[in-house]
């Protein structure tokens, strides 16, 4: 009898034990009641994190324009990574969408240095955080950083310990500018890789290519490739044409001059991501080697109407500013005549072609930083084309360090340095952390 009873007990426990640990799991955590009770945040979910404790994902109410109210609100995505409500915060200003923050492995690099919690934002207009209708009136930089710090604040709430903003690339772009704007919002801020540009075609990318990236016999070898591949246009634009069609890409211009914006982009793209020239065909290849290097290094959709990344182009018309293209080497192979305005014939929607940047931006960031001096660290990478308009410039400054990687690409972060780099970097920011 002992034994039966031991049985029916285990056969009870066995049925009352998992559904007390499936309510004890549904049980909301302290975080997600105070992330609930927040005002405008809405579909809140768990996610998976090999590296937080705690990992939601939620939208946040925004308004379209921040100083009129009456034009309407979308919601923004919000990526929140918990470590404890006692550290300090790090805020990703991403510059564009969030998808990859989703994963479970993700892991920003400064959360991970200071164990601080992460807050991540989508950018407007960008991923899931995009306006519907989508009017591109209120895509500004303005409109964006007003939307951080909405987020700031609204989670300042939960999370009183000193902020870090950091951002990679238009995301750095992004800090830089939150910085200008709400000088006071976060404590300290760390751009990586952040361009800033003082015109839709800048004018420092292309010397800088020509004449300053890495050593004179890697940049002719960049070249030569790029002569070849005009050379053989005529037995490489088909193949092209077929690999563009395969991909379902259609364009604006005409294919030839695709091709010929492709070329032209290849050294930028090639110095941009660091691959090394030993994989750079040698001229004599066959033609099958030398066109697969050409769209491993250049993916054509970068010029398609299928682009992933229409608001980009739009802001880079309007405010952020881009870079040209040199063609001089290769003017006597060109279906085109110019590379001019090439952002605005190829890859800005049709109805936005008479777009016109505006220098207000980069005055306004370029008198705070001459003005100023907050507590931000530079991150650049001596070999990217982007740190030719890079915050480079400044002079004479207690607080704001820049430092370059030599040799350095876009990928350039605090751990790419040397042991005696990265043990500085860190420092200043632990003393800036703990300052009072």
């Excluded at 989703?102 to 989508?122: C, D, G, I, M, W």
Aim: proline share 7%.
């Amino acid at each position: 009898m002992k034994h039966t009873h031991s049985f029916m007990l285990w056969a009870i426990l066995a049925v009352l034990l998992p559904l007390q640990m499936v309510r004890a799991a549904d049980a909301p955590t302290e975080l997600q009641k105070r992330l609930q009770s927040l005002p405008g945040v809405s579909d809140l979910k768990p996610l998976q994190s090999d590296a937080y404790p705690e990992k939601y994902v939620f939208f946040i109410n925004q308004l379209l324009d921040p100083h009129r109210p009456e034009a309407g609100s979308f919601k923004q995505r919000v990526i929140l990574s918990h470590v404890g409500f006692d550290r300090p915060t790090v805020l990703v200003t991403e510059g564009y969408a969030a998808h990859y923050a989703t994963h479970p492995r993700y892991q920003e690099e400064l959360s991970k240095l200071f164990n601080a919690n992460l807050v991540f934002v989508e950018y407007r207009y960008f991923g899931e955080s995009m306006p519907e209708p989508c009017n591109w009136d209120y895509l500004t930089v303005e409109n964006s950083l007003y939307d951080l710090h909405h987020i700031t604040t609204t989670l300042k709430q939960l999370y009183d310990q000193k902020w870090i903003a950091t951002g990679i690339s238009k995301g750095g772009q992004t800090t830089m500018f939150y910085r200008t704007y709400f000088p006071d919002d976060v404590d300290i801020s760390v751009p990586y890789v952040a361009p800033l540009n003082k015109s839709l075609e800048d004018g420092r990318h292309e010397p800088f290519i020509a004449n300053k990236v890495s050593t004179p016999e890697n940049r002719k070898r960049v070249e030569n490739f790029q002569l070849e591949v005009l050379k053989r246009k005529s037995r490489l634009l088909p193949m092209f044409e077929k690999y563009c069609s395969d991909k379902g890409y259609t364009f604006r211009v005409p294919i030839a001059e695709v091709y010929d914006f492709n070329v032209l982009e290849y050294s930028f793209a090639l110095w941009q991501w660091g691959t090394p020239v030993n994989k750079i065909p040698e001229t004599d290849a066959d033609d099958h080697t030398l066109f697969k290097h050409f769209m491993a290094i250049c993916e054509p959709d970068y010029f398609s109407e299928q682009s992933p990344y229409p608001s980009f182009n739009v802001q880079a018309a309007k405010e952020l500013g881009y870079y040209g293209y040199d063609i001089k080497p290769f003017k006597k192979y060109l279906t085109i005549k110019s590379s001019r305005d090439y952002l605005h014939k190829v890859m800005l929607p049709p109805e936005l072609s008479n777009l016109k940047f505006d220098k207000t931006l980069y005055n306004k960031v370029v008198t705070f930083l001459k003005e100023n001096d907050p507590e931000m660290i530079y991150i650049y990478g001596g070999d990217d084309p982007w740190t030719a308009s890079g915050v480079t410039w400044l002079k004479n400054k207690k607080n704001i360090k820049v430092y370059v990687l030599p040799g350095g690409s876009h990928t350039t972060r605090i751990g790419s340095f040397d042991a005696d780099t990265q043990g500085e970097i860190k420092t200043q920011i632990h003393a800036w952390l703990n300052k009072e």
